[in-house]
């Protein structure tokens, strides 16, 4: 499989916001070194673009950004995949409405991550992005697509954007790209201040039906419209 013509222009159109929305993960310290990834579905066809494997935040271009389609496999670009690839490609094909997907290793997210605990909705914000709790995804290894199984599994039918996969990280679905990385910067925002306020004392739970409310309002009336 190849580019073809037809959608040439759009896919260097994702090439470029890829690029510039994987600034946005050091920007906002959630990830160290090259971890992490940022993706985002070709409209239409089943392809993806993402970063490669191995290269650092600040030497990334449009032009190193790869595309594979939905079996993990390199379609075009001169760089090995993403060692996670697999899993975004599987969410790709298994969960239509999401056109964006990143991964991170932040700090306070994987912490809970680590303890397999879900981060219980205790923040008007989480009831805002989330629209509850943040699971806990299964343990699985990288390299195929057993992350991507874990993250279907567990947010299909679940209002939450974000999945704390356990003993690894942090993953997040979006409309876009960039929706999937304001879901990522808001999962580590609240991890940390669930995190903080645990060590005053007990949080204070939400009602399900305003968390409800608070989501409904979030999701269909704030923002421009």
């Known amino acids: 499989m190849t580019i073809s013509a037809d959608i040439a222009e759009v896919v260097a159109t994702l090439r470029r916001e890829v690029r510039d929305l994987h600034a946005e993960l050091p920007r906002n310290e959630l990830v160290v070194w090259t971890a992490g990834n940022v993706s985002a579905r070709v409209p239409g066809h089943d ?3 993402i970063k490669p494997s191995g290269v650092s935040y600040d030497e990334l271009t ?3 950004m790869v595309v594979t389609d939905l079996d993990a496999k390199l379609v075009d670009g001169n760089r090995a995949p993403s060692s996670d690839t697999a899993a975004h490609a599987y969410v790709y094909k298994h969960m239509p409405e999401v056109n964006g997907v990143v991964h991170t290793h932040s700090t306070y997210a994987t912490a809970w991550a680590s303890r397999g605990e879900p981060i219980p909705c205790v923040l008007t914000m989480m009831a805002d992005e989330f629209g509850g709790e943040i699971p806990i995804g299964p343990f699985a290894l990288i390299g195929d697509d057993s992350i991507g199984q874990g993250i279907v599994h567990t947010l299909s039918g679940h209002r939450s954007r974000a999945v704390l996969m356990q003993n690894h990280g942090p993953f997040t679905i979006g409309s876009s790209a960039k929706a999937a990385v304001k879901a990522a910067v808001l999962c580590e925002e609240v991890a940390r201040t669930v995190h903080i306020a645990r060590q005053l004392g007990d949080p204070l739970p939400i009602p399900q ?17």
């Open 47 to 49: 392809l993806l673009v």
């Open 62 to 64: 449009p032009e190193l």
């Open 209 to 225: 039906s305003d968390i409800d409310s608070l989501f409904d309002r979030y999701q269909n009336a704030y923002g421009q419209r």
